[in-house]
């Protein structure tokens, strides 16, 4: 009967993990779902899908892909016009992107490892034993999935900011990975400041905001985007009098030449998702003439990280004070061959046996994953508290 973790494990290479992310309890997700704590918003979650590739050429192609583009007009013998794709991924901005996350098992492990393996022997206790066995080897799926979170952490990141701009608070190594060049202007747009910030109520307006945001990216696109942000700041944007006003009026509580009483709007209660998203959509226009339609989702996935020092931060996946525009597919988040496996698709998994005495070994996982964005023209995001994140 062995007693390490490197056979309890499956040896030294395990099979490559592709997906790994278990979406199931504590918290509530708008789409009616629920998940652990820790974990990403499955409603978000789906708009980033995971996808593995098996090379990185398969990854590069897509980037190729542009809008069709008409030819260009030479007299003879000129020199035709060359194209180029709009944005360069490289060997080098994938190689910046490798996530791992490492378990020391020590002899105390060992020691416990050692008790579960004589109550496994032993009758009465063998199924306790089974249950507390499969927190080990439930560790490899563990570790990938801590350093999925961080992929789609950094997929936020590009939702937010258009870039995935990030130092390691353990590592200290800075990554990089912008598609801001490729952004249209006005995408993502200035943050709001003074009396227009949405964290103040009798001032702010930022249905209006919303609005002339969502007109400026449909002259580009020709669509309306999804709109995400999470509690808090939609909070700040339903208690606002003037988002307050637009939806009574909408409603006909209100007529449009009611003076408003701002001490009663005060009072009232805040709008929901679909009555603010119905008066945004009021107010924009599509190329048919109607009304726009847009939905929000709201999104409060919470993250955890530990620092060098062995302490534990807490974030939310999307900052606070910003809201950005989505729609399925947006951002896939890749996981590229790796080394560590021979290049193979997935996450590598491997055991390795450090000392003999003392007794250590050690599981890890590890991805080189990259949150792709094959047409930024799509993202669009903005700070609405003038607390834009330094990067």
């Avoid at 020691?111 to 393996?117: A, F, G, I, N």
């Avoid at 209100?254 to 009483?261: F, G, P, Q, W």
Wanted: charged letters at 20%; aromatic letters at 8%.
């Amino acid at each position: 009967m062995a007693y390490s973790f490197e056979e309890l494990l499956g040896g030294s290479r395990l099979r490559p993990i592709m997906k790994s992310v278990d979406l199931n309890i504590q918290r509530l997700s708008t789409d009616g779902t629920t998940y652990r704590d820790g974990e990403p918003d499955p409603a978000l979650y789906k708009m980033l899908p995971l996808t593995s590739y098996l090379s990185l050429e398969q990854a590069f192609l897509k980037f190729q892909g542009d809008r069709p583009m008409m030819g260009s007009v030479v007299a003879l013998d000129q020199e035709i016009p060359q194209e180029r794709p709009r944005m360069q991924l490289t060997e080098e901005n994938v190689g910046n992107f490798k996530i791992g996350q490492s378990r020391l098992f020590t002899e105390k492990d060992y020691q416990l490892l050692y008790k579960l393996r004589m109550m496994q022997a032993t009758p009465g206790m063998a199924a306790a034993a089974n249950e507390l066995m499969m927190a080990f080897q439930a560790m490899p799926v563990t570790l990938s999935s801590g350093v999925l979170y961080k992929l789609f952490y950094m997929a936020c990141r590009v939702l937010c900011l258009g870039q995935a701009a990030y130092t390691d608070p353990k590592t200290n190594y800075r990554v990089d990975l912008s598609y801001l060049d490729s952004v249209p202007s006005g995408h993502f747009a200035a943050a709001k400041t003074g009396t227009g910030r949405w964290s103040q109520p009798s001032t702010a307006t930022g249905v209006q905001d919303l609005v002339d945001h969502l007109t400026v990216y449909y002259n580009t696109l020709r669509r309306y985007p999804t709109i995400g942000m999470n509690s808090l700041t939609f909070t700040q944007l339903r208690n606002q009098q003037a988002t307050k006003e637009m939806v009574l009026r909408d409603l006909g509580v209100l007529s449009t030449l009611d003076a408003t009483n701002q001490t009663a709007l005060s009072m009232v209660a805040g709008a929901t998702p679909e009555q603010i998203a119905t008066a945004i959509g009021r107010r924009l226009t599509m190329q048919t003439g109607q009304p726009g339609q847009v939905s929000l989702l709201i999104t409060d996935g919470v993250g955890y990280e530990r620092n060098k020092d062995g302490s534990v931060t807490q974030f939310p996946y999307i900052p606070n004070d910003y809201y950005f525009f989505v729609n399925p597919g947006i951002i896939e988040q890749a996981i590229l061959p790796n080394a560590a496996n021979d290049f193979a698709g997935g996450m590598a998994v491997t055991t390795e046996i450090l000392s003999k005495d003392p007794r250590r070994e050690s599981v890890t996982a590890s991805g080189v994953c990259v949150p792709l964005c094959f047409d930024p023209r799509y993202l669009g995001a903005r700070n609405v508290n003038d607390t834009a994140i330094a990067v």
